[in-house]
């Protein structure tokens, strides 16, 4: 299981990442354990917008790279309104099952207290 995510940061810029463990990511990025993002370093999270459950890395690769590379701003914003809309934002996803992850937020996952119902 993986998971594609966008961090809303200092500045209101955006950063989409992936991650195996949302939580031990999310700790990485707000600076409480080693790791972590060189961009998320200069520009430190605020927000987790959107995240989104994928089966494999390799779909999970897929969506991130799709955001990032792929996506304007407006799309970006568009798909954290409706995470659910992947296919549309980004058609050629549209026929891998992303799960989008309802009630993940920066704050929870730096309790430890994420749990996305699998």
Do not use: N, S
């Not at 309802?102 to 929870?108: K, V, Y």
């Amino acid at each position: 299981m993986y998971y594609v995510y966008i961090l809303r940061c200092k500045g209101d810029t955006l950063y989409t990442g992936i991650t195996p463990d949302l939580v031990h990511r999310m700790r990485c990025h707000a600076g409480r354990l080693p790791g972590g993002a060189k961009y998320t370093r200069a520009h430190p999270p605020v927000a987790l917008e959107a995240v989104w459950r994928a089966e494999d890395k390799t779909d999970a690769a897929r969506l991130e790279y799709g955001i990032k590379k792929k996506l304007t701003r407006g799309q970006k914003e568009q798909l954290i309104a409706a995470p659910e809309g992947i296919g549309i934002v980004l058609p050629h996803l549209a026929e891998i099952p992303y799960t989008p992850i309802a009630g993940a937020t920066w704050e929870r996952c730096l309790e430890g207290v994420f749990y996305d119902g699998e």
